[in-house]
Every structure is written in structure tokens, then in C-alpha cells.
């Protein structure tokens, strides 16, 4: 006799969804070397929690949110469908994407390929994708 061809799933619940983002940075000269280094601290910065000085630094503050708009021509991009409000949470720098490790005078990176992993904060449900097409 055949195995009950029925099958079952039981749903218990909706991931919540992740994005990578990779950045190929070249900076021409030791100006944009450092521009490159600002942004890269910046996201870091972001990416991480905040000591709470209201608590003596026994709590954290949560790590910043992000939210995505893709632009084509000036105008939002509807094709391209939208992402909730997000966290960073992870921020790889890769400093020799080339398999060649340089330096610039000041000792910056001469390239860098940058990746960045982003967690919505609310799980996609149908209603948010009839209002917002995501």
C-alpha cells in the first residue's frame, strides 16, 4: 500500500527578510581616501548599539534604522519593490578586493569592496505589499 500522499505544513512564522548591499570603492587620490574612511566609520557607528549615559552605561541605546528609496531619473523607482525600515547588521570590508593590497600615502586602502547586510525590523505581510508594492 502507498504512504498517505497528503501532505501538511505547519506555519509558525515569517521570516523577517535580509538584504546585501556591496559597494566597490576606488578613491583617486588621498582626499577621497578619506571621504571613503568617513563613510565606513559612519556606517560602523550606526551599525551598533549606544551606551545608554542616562543608565551609567548599563543599557544600550538600539542601532540606528534605515530606510531604502530606489530613484531612476529623479523620480521613486516603483519597479523595483520597497523595502522596510531596516537595520545594519553587518558591515564587511574587504581590502584587498582586487588580490592586490596598496596603500595611498596616508596609509588608506587604494580600493575596498564594502558589504552591507540589512534586516527589516517588521515582517512582510500581504497588506503591506497592496499599499506599498513591496
Known amino acids: 500500500m502507498p504512504i498517505n500522499p497528503r501532505v501538511e505544513v505547519l506555519y509558525s512564522h515569517t521570516d523577517l527578510r535580509s538584504f546585501t548591499f556591496e559597494f566597490l ?14 563613510i565606513i566609520k559612519t556606517l560602523r557607528q550606526h551599525s551598533v548599539p549606544e551606551l545608554d549615559p542616562a543608565t551609567g552605561g548599563s543599557t544600550f541605546i538600539p542601532p540606528a534604522e534605515f530606510d531604502f528609496t530606489f530613484y531612476h531619473k529623479g523620480k521613486e523607482n516603483t519597479n ?3 523595502i522596510n525600515t531596516s537595520v545594519l547588521n ?16 596616508n596609509g588608506h586602502p587604494v ?12 515582517p512582510l505581510h500581504r497588506k503591506r505589499i497592496q499599499d506599498q508594492g513591496l
Not at 570603492?25 to 568617513?38: D, F, G, I
Not at 580600493?111 to 517588521?122: D, I, Y
Open 90 to 105: 553587518a558591515v564587511e570590508v574587504q581590502y584587498d578586493p582586487t588580490g592586490t593590497f596598496g596603500t595611498f600615502s
Open 25 to 38: 570603492m576606488s578613491p583617486k587620490n588621498k582626499s577621497e581616501s578619506v571621504a571613503m574612511w568617513n
Open 80 to 82: 523595483i519593490p520597497r
Open 111 to 122: 580600493a575596498v569592496r564594502l558589504s552591507l547586510r540589512f534586516t527589516e525590523v517588521e
